[in-house]
Every structure is written in structure tokens, then in C-alpha cells.
């Protein structure tokens, strides 16, 4: 399929405003899309925390070149927007990012037709929601998981049923080993993965360890064990929180640079969805493959 072969000419469109009642601040989304190709899988993408639509071309550039459309939204915790821990409107801001996903979705139509009528060239029918970090918990909510009171009740179903699949980079773990001052300032982050039912890809490094967490690195493979099959699990090896530079390059946060790590989670991810999406499954097996023969710095494990 020739919308598939990564390397072509790609598209960005931004931004495009999409209705969002009671928000405060107009909801934003930037789209990028590959310059040709027809019947396009859909990725919604969320960013980590205080990013936005500007953020994470190493990904997204390359997902649309693999003949992905990808729709990125600000959320509220953006930098653009100064909400910092102590404002009274963080604390509600979790839920205003699984809102602005769901504005999205519900408004795709409309956000194509506004990037240069792009709702002929997709299929509705293979979406895929993506996310980083506060993101993976975000795209998460939408796949079917929860978030846990403070007496351990899960919550409201987010769940989104135009969505079939997913891809959760650096996903939060367990509530039971946040740290006292993510305990104190990020209630939210208390997953519930029991209910988290969609195919979806956890992308998780070896060496990502948390200043919110008690745990190391497996903290952030939960998502994975602690969620119901089909779930796919990449382990890059040396990888840190940015997976070597996920959000952009040189940028503060990112300890662990390395463009080819990058490449590797955006290349995985798309074969990975591509798989799930039951449009191509030979690059995902040579994914497998290649990690069961030793020949990356990656391991995949399935079930």
C-alpha cells in the first residue's frame, strides 16, 4: 500500500479550534497527515505533562511519513497556559484531558474538514489514541481504564467506543507506591488497568525511574501485567522517562538522548498498530523477532 511507505511527504495543519463547553481556554489541535494515501489509520496523541500541539514531531512526524493521521490537542497543563500545582484548576485537569480527547474524537469529522478536507482520506473504522506519560494515563482512560479513590473505588468509565486500539509510552503505575508528595499533589494517579480491555502496546525503559514513585522501573510496566489481554509490552533497555528524546530533541528533560531510540518507539508503535489494526502484521513480527534473537536493545514481550 503505497500510503504506507515511510519516507514520503507529510502535512501539518494547526491550529484548529474544536468546541469544548466549559473548558475556559479553546481547545487546540494541530494534524499532521502524509501528503497522499487514502483509507489512513487515525493516532489521537497526548502529550506529557506542560507540552502541547508543538511538541513530539520525532514521533508524530514519523508516524504520519508511515501513513498515520495524528491529531495532537494542548491540554490545559501546558506551559502556554501557566496552571501550576497550586492553582484550584489542576486538580480537575485529568479529567479535562480525557474531556479534550473525547471532544476530539466525537468532533473528528469537523477537525478534518478544516485541515483541507482529510475526512475522505481516513478510516474511521482504525483509531488508535496515544499517549506520554500524564498522556499514557489520559490515552489509557480512553482504552478502559480507571482512576481509584482514595478508598480504592474505581471511578467512571472513560472509555471512547470509536477507539480499537493503543499505545501507552511510559505509563504511571500503581497508586500504592506514589511517593508522599505525588500522593499529596497528584491524587488522580491511581490507576485501575483491571477494566483497560482494548489491544493496546506499553512502551516502558529499563532505566525510567521516578521521582513520583517508591518503585524503579517496572513501576511502569503495570499497565501491562495489570491489564486484561491482548497486551503487548516493548522494554527498551537503557531507555529513561523520554525514551531518548520522544518529545523533541535537545530539550531539558530528555536524560537519555538518542534519535535512534526514538525512532525505535515510533517504528514499533506503528507496526504495532498496523497489527492491531489487522492491516499488516509483518512488521510487528519482525519486531518479535528481532528481540526474541537478541538483536536490539528491546524486548517484547505478548499476551
Do not use: C
Not at 137 to 149: F, H, K, N, S, Y
Request: proline share 6%; glycine share 10%.
Amino acid at each position: 500500500m503505497s500510503h504506507r511507505q515511510l519516507g514520503q511527504r507529510i502535512v501539518s495543519v494547526k491550529p484548529i479550534t474544536v468546541p469544548a463547553p466549559g473548558r475556559g481556554i479553546d481547545l487546540q489541535v494541530k494534524v499532521t497527515a502524509p501528503m497522499s494515501g487514502r483509507n489512513l489509520p487515525v493516532i489521537v496523541f497526548s502529550h506529557g505533562n506542560a507540552w502541547s500541539l508543538d511538541a513530539y514531531e520525532p514521533l508524530v512526524d514519523r508516524w504520519a511519513a508511515a501513513g498515520f493521521l495524528v491529531v495532537q490537542p494542548t491540554h490545559l497543563d501546558s506551559r502556554r497556559n501557566a496552571i501550576g500545582w497550586d492553582d484550584p484548576r489542576f486538580a480537575t485537569i485529568w479529567r479535562v484531558r480525557i474531556s479534550d480527547l473525547h471532544a476530539i474524537l466525537d468532533g473528528l469529522g469537523d477537525i478534518l474538514a478544516q485541515a483541507g478536507g482529510l475526512e475522505a482520506r481516513v478510516d474511521r473504522e482504525r483509531i488508535a489514541v496515544v499517549g506520554h506519560s500524564w498522556g499514557a494515563q489520559t490515552a489509557g482512560a480512553i482504552l478502559g481504564a480507571r482512576v481509584l479513590d482514595a478508598d480504592g473505588v474505581p471511578g467512571e468509565d472513560f472509555s471512547h467506543p470509536a477507539v480499537s486500539a493503543g499505545a501507552l509510552i511510559a505509563a504511571t503505575g500503581t497508586g500504592d507506591s506514589l511517593t508522599p508528595f505525588a500522593a499529596e499533589h497528584l491524587p488522580f494517579m491511581r490507576p485501575d488497568y483491571s477494566t483497560m480491555t482494548a489491544p493496546a502496546l506499553v512502551v516502558a525503559g529499563g532505566e525510567d525511574r521516578s521521582r513520583l514513585s517508591t518503585r524503579g522501573p517496572e513501576w511502569f510496566t503495570d499497565a501491562y501485567r495489570l491489564s486484561p489481554s491482548p497486551k503487548s509490552l516493548l522494554v527498551v533497555t537503557e531507555g529513561e522517562h523520554t525514551l531518548g528524546g520522544v518529545a523533541g530533541e535537545a530539550v531539558a528533560e530528555t536524560t537519555d538522548e538518542d534519535p535512534a531510540r526514538v525512532v525505535l518507539v515510533a517504528d514499533a508503535i506503528s507496526a504495532y498498530l498496523l497489527d492491531a489494526f489487522k492491516v499488516d502484521d509483518a512488521a510487528w513480527t519482525a519486531f518479535g523477532d528481532a528481540a526474541a534473537a537478541g538483536e536490539g536493545a528491546w524486548s517484547i514481550s505478548s499476551r
